[in-house]
């Protein structure tokens, strides 16, 4: 498991002093440590496409942050993708947990949304990487490193217990 501390410290390093989310078991190590720190501010949201909003207004005052939410979230955030992020190229990062994959297939209104996360990303248009403990840092650098060249949003998908 990647400590959140490390996480959040690596995100401020490369320019990121805000994030924004929903929140999701997935990320609860994640969204205590936002709580706790001082570098970064966390603003809750209440809907995926606010926080998408919030993300977009931090991006216009030439800010980075990046949002938390679920993949049964991220379903609900192509409007607030699609003719805002994208069209003002504002830079964000989308970090959203891959549910309904086997490890949680328990939880059947997770089930379809697991399977075709991918394929909605890449409708978008997001370009995406899964979070994985091994080389994590070279993995988030990519997507970062991806979001300052095109200044629009990408994603890291994380699977359960990666965080």
């Not at 400590?3 to 994640?30: D, K, M």
Request: glycine share 6%.
């Amino acid at each position: 498991m990647i400590a959140s501390a490390e996480i959040l410290e690596f995100l401020h390093n490369r320019g990121f002093s805000y994030a924004s989310g929903v929140p999701c078991s997935y990320f609860s190590r994640l969204i205590s440590e936002l709580e706790k720190a001082d570098y970064v501010r966390y603003i809750p949201a209440t809907r995926e496409d606010e926080a998408i909003g919030i993300a977009s207004g931090i991006a216009f005052g030439g800010k980075l942050s990046f949002v938390l939410m679920q993949n049964s979230g991220f379903a609900t955030i192509g409007d607030a993708l699609t003719s805002l992020a994208q069209l003002y190229r504002l830079p964000m990062l989308l970090m959203i947990s891959w549910r309904g994959l086997e490890a949680d297939r328990d939880f059947p209104e997770h089930s379809i949304m697991g399977e075709v996360t991918e394929g909605t990303l890449t409708s978008y248009r997001i370009p995406y990487w899964e979070l994985k403990q091994d080389n994590w840092q070279k993995i988030i650098q990519s997507a970062v490193d991806k979001m300052k060249e095109t200044s629009r949003p990408v994603a890291l998908l994380v699977k359960q217990e990666v965080l």
